[in-house]
């Protein structure tokens, strides 16, 4: 799949990426049921190496979806929750053994979590909501942590699902902020709007994820200017992508911003949180509770990328951050056992708590798809969207995948007037009502046949099969 324009985030520039599908049968009380999953394989998030390139790192997602998948078919019969816990426990051993870092791990353990939780749903006939507040999966939340031993679902999951939610607009580094600023470099080559007021307008934008580089000299201007452009009324978090030192070399940045009156403005009107401005690698660093004790009045912190191990979050929360983020490709266990977390935490503690919704350049039909199930079932109101405006809609999927969608998913998807489906936002909102009456995927059992098959032990077949990635 190759982007619209380039989109710039942390130390990677996307273009273009690879997008994997998994597709599972599973027998559930004698009967066969079928579920789907997918992910977008983007450069340089899960391992953040600037000295390899993708070609490289590729080899490694491959690898650890494959060891998943060899765990799965090897399990013995068991409820939704034991073949989770056997697939984590193995992988997570295996990742520790051969060195592959567990958010690259944890790749593998979600695909097979969300294939199969979508065969369940559909063998149960019940949307995902339903099923995980009714604890059909079995969850023994005390045996993923044991401070959360007797908690039930029932007990943090909202009532009913979220039947609408905001979309949060990435703005990416590299990212037109006017019409002025389309150039020949990034312009696209079609008419869905590019620039950020363009955007604006064209979808009715209240939220926004604004990413900073860590650079005073890119970051003070551009956040004037947006400043400008986003007036006092705009809420927005800020993604540092791992690109400080610290959170005391965060902090000087932080500081240094505030002494602009435009900008001062600006995070005193619409900050929500912070997410990940220091390295993973130094996240849970134990200056780090220092740190945070010595700046009264701080801004709320979350961890993204540093969330990678299924004790993460409580460590965290030890050293004074003040939530997550929850992506589908970090895990559904996991996302659930952070929720419950935070559910038990926001009781006692004076700093208010936050499971942010977070993207992954995630594009429907399936993985969009399923990321807004979980942010619904998890009650979570504004979730970042970025997918559908660095890429094209859905034109890269066949055309039965697209009439699917349309015929199915009216209210999330419209026609574009090239003819493509493109994710129909309204008033900076997203319509959840036909979702919300599916199993964990789309509604029918999506037509793949024309894809490519994988080889997973073939990365460079992967990367050929397609357009190059450059």
């Known amino acids: 799949m190759r982007t619209r324009f380039p989109f710039k985030y942390g130390i990677a520039s996307l273009t273009a990426l690879p997008h994997l599908v998994l597709k599972v049968a599973v027998e559930i009380d004698g009967n066969l049921a079928e579920g789907i999953a997918s992910e977008g394989l983007p450069p340089k998030w899960f391992t953040k190496n600037p000295d390899t390139t993708f070609e490289q790192d590729l080899p490694a997602m491959l690898e650890v979806i494959g060891h998943a998948a060899e765990l799965a078919l090897s399990a013995p019969p068991s409820s939704f929750f034991d073949l989770w816990f056997k697939i984590h426990d193995a992988q997570s051993a295996w990742a520790s053994e051969t060195g592959h870092p567990p958010l690259l791990a944890n790749l593998g353990v979600s695909l097979m979590e969300r294939g199969l939780l979508d065969a369940l749903c559909r063998h149960l006939g019940s949307g995902l909501h339903a099923v995980l507040r009714e604890n059909q999966l079995g969850l023994r939340l005390g045996e993923v942590r044991p401070e959360l031993s007797g908690t039930d679902p029932v007990s943090f999951l909202p009532e009913r699902p979220l039947f609408s939610i905001r979309a949060r607009h990435t703005i990416g580094l590299g990212d037109p902020l006017t019409p002025a600023d389309v150039t020949e470099e990034n312009r696209a080559a079609d008419n869905l709007p590019l620039d950020l ?274």
Not at 217 to 241: H, K, M, V, Y
Not at 256 to 280: F, N, V, Y
């Open 197 to 470: 007021e363009s955007c604006i307008r064209t979808y009715g934008l209240t939220h926004f994820k604004i990413k900073v580089c860590g650079n005073l000299e890119i970051d003070l201007p551009r956040l004037e200017a947006l400043s400008d452009l986003l007036g006092p009324e705009a809420l927005f978090t800020l993604d540092g992508n791992e690109q400080y030192s610290s959170i005391n070399a965060f902090r000087e940045h932080w500081e240094a911003w505030r002494e602009k009156e435009k900008i001062r403005a600006l995070l005193d009107t619409g900050l929500l949180l912070i997410e990940q401005p220091a390295h993973r690698d130094e996240t849970f660093s134990s200056s780090v509770a220092t740190e945070f004790a010595d700046w009264p009045g701080r801004p709320s912190f979350i961890i993204d990328e540093a969330d990678g191990a299924i004790d993460s979050l409580p460590q965290a929360l030890a050293l004074g951050y003040d939530g997550a983020s929850h992506k589908n490709c970090k895990g559904i266990v996991k996302g659930i056992a952070n929720a419950a977390s935070l559910a038990r935490d926001r009781k006692k503690r004076e700093r208010p708590v936050h499971l942010s919704g977070e993207d992954l350049a995630n594009v429907g039909p399936i993985a969009l798809f399923q990321d807004l199930a979980m942010m619904a079932a998890l009650g979570i109101s504004h979730v970042e969207r970025n997918g559908h405006h660095y890429f094209k809609g859905l034109s890269a999927w066949p055309e039965s995948v697209q009439a699917s969608m349309l015929e199915n998913h009216g209210d999330l998807y419209r026609v574009h007037p090239e003819g493509y489906p493109t994710l129909g936002i309204k008033d900076g909102m997203l319509d959840l009502t036909s979702m919300n009456a599916s199993p964990f995927g789309p509604r029918e059992l999506l037509d793949l046949s024309s894809l490519d098959p994988v080889d997973l032990a073939d990365p460079t077949g992967f990367i050929s099969s397609g357009l190059p990635i450059d």
